[in-house]
């Protein structure tokens, strides 16, 4: 079945420095999403990628969708201790179905 | 954005006893809502697509008897895990969808004793 992929499993920065996490999916897929969990938290909706080679930005964070639409990346710019959580891809295969990456878990200290 | 409630939001249960979940669409009707399950440090695993009126769809694995999955109406789903064992504990979590985008509920921490 479809299996979506995230690396690296958990990163630890500095506040200030950048952080980025990459999904990679074994199938292509229609449309990526991705979502921020806080600790003790659900995962809350942040940006759907549609189009091959899309790149959109939310302030600090910037997503893009591959070119063969079975890979995505999201990039935090400066990282804050508010950025704390796991971030997940989540695409939809060809049976419709959303099926969520690994997770990175992103921990920033002061 | 649209707001998904889920109770309880932690149990602690008797092995052998059945324990009913509730997630509700506050603001919308959802035909569709998903049931996932997620272990500490782990990914959303999608169980079941509860639909209205009709029965759910397990995913691989999941079996049906053991995760009973009701959805009465527009904005009401219910996870019942019945004969819970102490193997059942985990973090319960449900979504519903507007558009492209997912709602979840805050989840339900499962402790099976």
């Known amino acids: 079945g479809q299996q979506v992929m995230q690396i690296p499993q958990y990163q630890h920065v500095q506040e200030g420095e950048d952080f980025t996490t990459y999904c990679n999916s074994s199938?292509?897929?229609?449309?990526i999403q991705w979502y921020k969990q806080r600790p003790g938290g659900h995962p809350v909706f942040l940006i759907q990628l549609v189009k091959s080679g899309e790149v959109k930005k939310q302030k600090r964070l910037t997503f893009q969708f591959g070119e063969a639409k079975k890979n995505s990346s999201l990039h935090i710019t400066a990282t804050q201790t508010t950025d704390v959580g796991t971030y997940f891809c989540a695409g939809t295969g060809t049976a419709s179905k959303l099926t969520f990456g690994t997770g990175t878990r992103l921990q920033v200290t002061l | 954005g649209a707001v998904v409630s889920q109770h309880p939001s932690r149990v602690i249960c008797k092995s052998g006893t059945s324990v009913k979940i509730e997630c509700r669409s506050l603001?919308?009707?959802?035909?569709?809502m998903f049931w996932y399950r997620q272990f500490p440090k782990q990914s959303l695993m999608l169980m079941a697509t509860?639909?209205?009126?009709?029965?759910?769809?397990?995913e691989q694995g999941v079996e049906k008897d053991k995760f009973l999955i009701n959805h009465a109406s527009l904005t009401l789903s219910t996870l019942t895990v019945t004969s819970a064992h102490p193997e059942d504990s985990s973090f319960y979590i449900c979504?519903?969808?507007?558009?492209?985008?997912?709602?979840f509920g805050s989840g339900t921490q499962l402790s099976v004793l």
């Open positions: 979504s519903a969808g507007q558009g492209s985008e997912l709602f």
């Open positions: 509860s639909n209205e009126g009709s029965k759910a769809t397990y």
């Open positions: 199938t292509t897929l229609s449309n």
């Open positions: 603001d919308f009707q959802a035909t569709t």
